[in-house]
């Protein structure tokens, strides 16, 4: 998926936000190791139906700020030069009133060795609301979305259904306004059910778009099913 390219100034600023706070708070290290068989990436594959290794990791502060690294393997082509993508994410999460999760971020996608005069690198301002860590909803943001000088919102709905303590399904309906950029929008849907075993987590996922995707990325849009392992740590 082509993306955008912003001024990068609130990453910045963002950031050193997050990594200036008190040396005293206490932080907190978590980070996954996966495999897919397909980068589906809101409903879009990323490596052209090509399997992917992802690698993430996240440091968290008491107060709810933290920053956070990931990356894959990507397929745009011979053109675009770069055969990876590594988002730097600078972001606030809070629980409060015993069941409602906030979680707000900076998310810059970048991609190292694109070619000139190529700049594929972009920001995202994403916003999560999560209720009883089962029901969400998403808002992503961005006035130059995918490289087109225009503005993009992403809506995304999601639930989760535990059977047992291992065992769950997930389950999420999206909108991607792209009007503005190609004159077109397009939804999609997501059902992953996931097996969890230790610190290992087991996906298989079932994605759907609408035609209005395979006209604006051809090739990569439309129906398809994407299976995952990975390592939490």
Not at 1 to 7: A, C, E, K
Not at 28 to 51: E, K, P
Request: overall charge negative.
């Amino acid at each position: 998926m082509t993306p955008f390219t912003p001024n990068c100034r609130g990453a910045a600023v963002l950031a050193a936000a997050v990594f200036a706070a008190p040396a005293a708070q206490a932080l907190d290290f978590s980070g996954s190791a996966a495999l897919t068989s397909d980068y589906v990436f809101r409903g879009i594959s990323q490596t052209q139906g090509n399997a992917a290794p992802q690698l993430g990791a996240r440091l968290v502060l008491d107060s709810g700020f933290y920053g956070a690294l990931w990356g894959s393997s990507v397929d745009y082509g011979d053109a675009a030069g770069s055969d990876a993508e590594v988002d730097l994410v600078a972001g606030w999460n809070r629980t409060f009133a015993g069941r409602w999760n906030l979680d707000v971020n900076l998310t810059r996608f970048t991609y190292p060795g694109t070619r000139a005069p190529l700049n594929l690198d972009y920001n995202e301002v994403i916003a999560t609301l999560a209720l009883d860590q089962r029901w969400w909803l998403l808002l992503g943001w961005s006035e130059n979305v995918l490289a087109s000088g225009e503005r993009g919102i992403y809506t995304e709905v999601g639930a989760k259904f535990p059977l047992g303590d291992r065992f769950r399904f997930e389950t999420v309906a999206a909108h991607y306004d792209l009007d503005d950029a190609y004159g077109a929008s397009y939804s999609r849907a997501q059902l992953s059910a996931i097996y969890t075993l230790g610190n290992v987590d087991l996906r298989a996922s079932g994605h759907w778009t609408s035609d209005s995707a395979e006209r604006i990325f051809p090739g990569v849009a439309g129906s398809r099913f994407e299976a995952a392992a990975s390592w939490n740590f």
